[in-house]
């Protein structure tokens, strides 16, 4: 019986002698962090041109298009929410896009354009929410998603 009371009170002092481990913020990562998010707003520069004024009319006609661009072209405030938000509205603005495509447009190879277009979006949007950032693949990501827009209905008549 002495052996059981010994065995209880020796559980019981080594169960509440525990350390807690108290992890203090690290501030030279958030610094870093604040770095890259600037860095990667000043790289968030999109404009949408169509080169064919024909092509322009027609797209002007087109709301979702229309209200994809306005929502795209819109630079978020230089803050990892806000980047992530808007990020977040391209998801779901590419996902309509791609649902309410306009008869003239409704083509194959227009289709595989705006499923590239609304993977790189995704890409995006994901590698926004990883933490640490990886800022040289989200700038890349970001070149990437211009350079598609430049050429996009260059070629659709």
């Keep these: 019986m002495k052996y059981i009371f010994v065995l209880i009170l020796l559980a019981t002092a080594t169960i509440s002698c525990k350390k807690e481990v108290v992890v203090a913020p690290n501030t030279t990562s958030k610094i870093s962090q604040d770095s890259m998010v600037k860095?990667?707003?000043?790289?968030?520069?999109?404009?949408?041109?169509?080169?064919?004024?024909?092509?322009?009319?027609?797209?002007?006609?087109?709301?979702?298009?229309?209200?994809?661009?306005?929502?795209?072209?819109?630079?978020?405030?230089?803050?990892?929410?806000?980047?992530?938000?808007?990020?977040?509205?391209?998801?779901?603005?590419s996902a309509v896009l791609k649902k309410n495509i306009p008869e003239i447009y409704n083509r194959p190879e227009t289709k595989a354009r705006m499923a590239l277009l609304e993977t790189n979006i995704q890409n995006l949007d994901m590698l926004l929410e990883l933490e640490p950032l990886n800022s040289k693949e989200i700038i890349h990501l970001l070149a990437?998603?211009?350079?598609?827009?430049?050429?996009?209905?260059?070629?659709?008549?």
């Design 144 to 157: 990437n998603i211009q350079k598609k827009h430049q050429f996009y209905f260059v070629s659709i008549q």
């Design 39 to 93: 860095n990667i707003h000043q790289k968030w520069k999109f404009t949408v041109a169509a080169t064919n004024p024909a092509v322009n009319s027609k797209l002007n006609s087109w709301e979702d298009w229309r209200n994809y661009v306005n929502e795209l072209t819109i630079t978020p405030n230089a803050s990892l929410a806000n980047l992530t938000r808007k990020a977040n509205a391209l998801v779901e603005k």
